[in-house]
C-alpha cells in the first residue's frame, strides 16, 4: 500500500501532519499505565481539571524525542516509527504492546531493535507485529534497507528473545486486568509450554522522498476543487505501484525474506527530511 500527507489545496500539508505527529506522540511514547495514573490524578484533583499531571507527560515525551536526537543524532526515524505507530492502530487494529522510543533513550537498551511491538486477539490466536520504519531517499532504498533489518533481526536469536522479555517485563501488559495479563503472558512465553497459538508478522513502514511525483500539479484557480489534486497525485502513484512492489519483491528475494511473513506501507513525500523539521518545530511550539 502507498499512502501520502493530505493536501491543503495543490501541496501537501506537511506541517499539519507534522502537528497531528506531535499531538499522537504522548500516546506513543508514554506507556499506558502512565498515561492511565496521570487520568487518575486529574479526576482526583480538587476541581477534577487540574492538568498539570498531563502537561508532566507532554514534558515527558518531549525530553524523550530530545534525548533521543541528542544519543543518536544520525538516525532520522522518529518521524518513521511514530507513523508506523499510527498505521498499526489504523490499518491492522493492532495494540501497543510495548512503548519502545523511551527505552531507546535508555543507555542499557539497543537502539538497533524493533521500532515497535503491537498485538491483535482474535478466536484465541495472537497476532504479534513487529514494527521497522525507514527513512529514506526511494522506495527502493527503502526497501533495500527494511528487508535487510528483517532478516538481520529473524537471524538474531537474543535479539528476538530480548524483544520477547521486553514485552514481558516492561510493556503496557501490566496495564490489563490479572486474569488478561496472564493469558498474554503464555502467549509470549517463548520457552513454556505451547498452550495458546501466536502468529507473528513483520511491518514495514517505508518513509520515502519522491520529489518528481510531486513537480508536476494541476492549475491552482478557484475552479478546481482541492480533492482534484490530491486525486492526480493518488493516480500517480497507483501507476508508479507495480514498479515499487517489484523492487520489495526483489530485496525479499535478495534476503531470503518470505513475503507473506510481511505487511508493507509505503509512505510518499516530497522531501522527508522536510517532515522531520517540522516535526521538531511542532514539538518545541
Known amino acids: 500500500m502507498i499512502l501520502f500527507p493530505r493536501f491543503r489545496e495543490d501541496s501537501p500539508d506537511l506541517q499539519a501532519l507534522a502537528e497531528f505527529l506531535w499531538v499522537q506522540a504522548v500516546n506513543y511514547v508514554i506507556p499506558l499505565r502512565l498515561r492511565q495514573r496521570a487520568k487518575e490524578k486529574i479526576v482526583e484533583s480538587s476541581t477534577g481539571g487540574d492538568l498539570s499531571h498531563a502537561n508532566e507527560l507532554i514534558q515527558r515525551t518531549r525530553r524523550t524525542f530530545i534525548d533521543f536526537n541528542r544519543k543518536h543524532p544520525y538516525r532520522a526515524s522518529e518521524v518513521g516509527e511514530l507513523l508506523a505507530y499510527l498505521i498499526a492502530l489504523r490499518y491492522l487494529k493492532a495494540v501497543q504492546l510495548a512503548s ?136 500517480r502513484l497507483s501507476k508508479e505501484y507495480p514498479s515499487v512492489r517489484q523492487g520489495l519483491s526483489r530485496a525479499f528475494q535478495k534476503h531470503g525474506i518470505d513475503p507473506l511473513a510481511c505487511k508493507v506501507f509505503f509512505i510518499a513525500f516530497p522531501d522527508t527530511d522536510a517532515l522531520r523539521e517540522a516535526f521538531y518545530e511542532a514539538m518545541n511550539g
Open 100 to 235: 519502545k522510543m523511551a527505552l531507546k533513550t535508555n543507555s542499557n537498551m539497543p537502539v538497533h531493535g524493533l521500532d515497535g511491538i503491537h498485538a491483535t486477539f482474535s478466536n484465541g490466536i495472537m497476532t504479534l507485529y513487529f514494527l521497522e520504519s525507514k527513512l529514506a531517499k526511494s522506495a527502493s532504498a527503502g526497501s533495500e534497507d527494511y528487508a535487510e533489518s528483517v532478516a538481520g533481526f529473524g537471524n538474531h536469536r537474543k535479539q528476538y528473545l530480548l524483544e520477547y522479555t521486553i514485552i514481558s517485563d516492561m510493556s503496557n501488559l501490566d496495564a490489563l486486568s490479572p486474569t488478561d495479563r496472564d493469558a498474554a503472558l503464555e502467549y509470549l512465553d517463548v520457552y513454556g509450554a505451547k498452550k495458546s497459538e501466536r502468529i507473528e508478522r513483520s511491518v514495514g513502514v517505508i518513509c520515502y522522498t519522491d520529489k518528481t511525483i510531486y513537480s508536476e500539479k494541476l492549475a491552482k484557480n478557484e475552479k478546481t476543487p482541492p480533492a482534484a489534486h490530491e486525486s492526480v497525485l493518488a493516480d
